[in-house]
């Protein structure tokens, strides 16, 4: 998997966009993107993966820059609940979790 | 959500004692994979199932073992557990009908050596 580097924390008011930026510099032409999410102790949950389009579901959007060297994760409307660890992941068969970016969500 | 069941879910045992963790499915989904989670570390390949009783070593897979007899069960087993062993273990799926690589997780079992 290639390495990826994520902010530490970040914040974000509550009902405002939240917008998690990722580099993967060193990406391969055959790994993808992919976003996960991990509430307090809970098991990380899938949130979105794209290879070289952008991607949206009911979750989030994921864009990626058009050398794939970096994308960034959009909550639209962040809620209370989107308060977790976000991990961005580059690769293709077995992946590799980084330490995350926790986001807090305030009122 | 996947039907992925982890067991035990809290486990305290002493050093030097076997202790084997059960990841159950009902995904029917090739893949499985067994992780453990540190303070500092975040999540760590231990390893992975490909198929029945086809195994492969992670990044971390000193001092585990694991077995896959049939599709649904991944065993995960520590021979003679360490302190160094505790943490928080997660299985997790992947490889579904309509396989785009992403990975279920289960909910994780909590592992105490002392």
């Known amino acids: 998997d290639a390495k990826t580097t994520q902010p530490t924390s970040m914040d974000c008011a509550e009902g405002r966009a939240a917008n998690l930026p990722c580099n993967h510099s060193t990406i391969s032409g055959n790994e993808y993107v992919y976003w996960y999410r991990q509430i307090h102790s809970q098991g990380p949950q899938y949130i979105i993966h794209?290879?070289?389009n952008n991607e949206t579901n009911e979750m989030a959007s994921l864009i990626i820059t058009e050398d794939r060297k970096s994308s960034t994760l959009i909550l639209p409307h962040a809620t209370l609940r989107d308060t977790a660890v976000y991990y961005c992941?580059?690769?293709?068969?077995?992946?590799?979790f980084g330490k995350g970016t926790m986001l807090l969500v305030s009122p | 959500d996947a039907g992925i069941t982890q067991s035990p879910r809290h486990k305290v045992t002493e050093t030097g004692t076997p202790v084997t963790l059960r990841c159950h499915q009902t995904e029917n989904h090739r893949y499985m994979y067994w992780y453990r989670q540190d303070p500092g570390h975040g999540l760590r390949l231990i390893h992975y199932?490909?198929?029945?009783?086809?195994?492969d070593k992670g990044e971390v897979s000193d001092g585990y073992s694991v077995s896959r007899s049939k599709t649904e069960d991944f065993l995960l087993t520590l021979e003679s557990a360490t302190s160094s062993q505790t943490s928080v273990y997660f299985c997790?799926?992947?490889?579904?009908?309509?396989?785009?690589?992403?990975?279920?997780f289960g909910e994780g079992s909590r592992l105490t050596v002392l």
């Open positions: 794209g290879l070289k």
């Open positions: 992941i580059a690769g293709y068969s077995t992946l590799t």
């Open positions: 997790a799926i992947s490889g579904g009908q309509f396989n785009t690589g992403e990975l279920f």
């Open positions: 199932s490909y198929g029945v009783k086809d195994t």
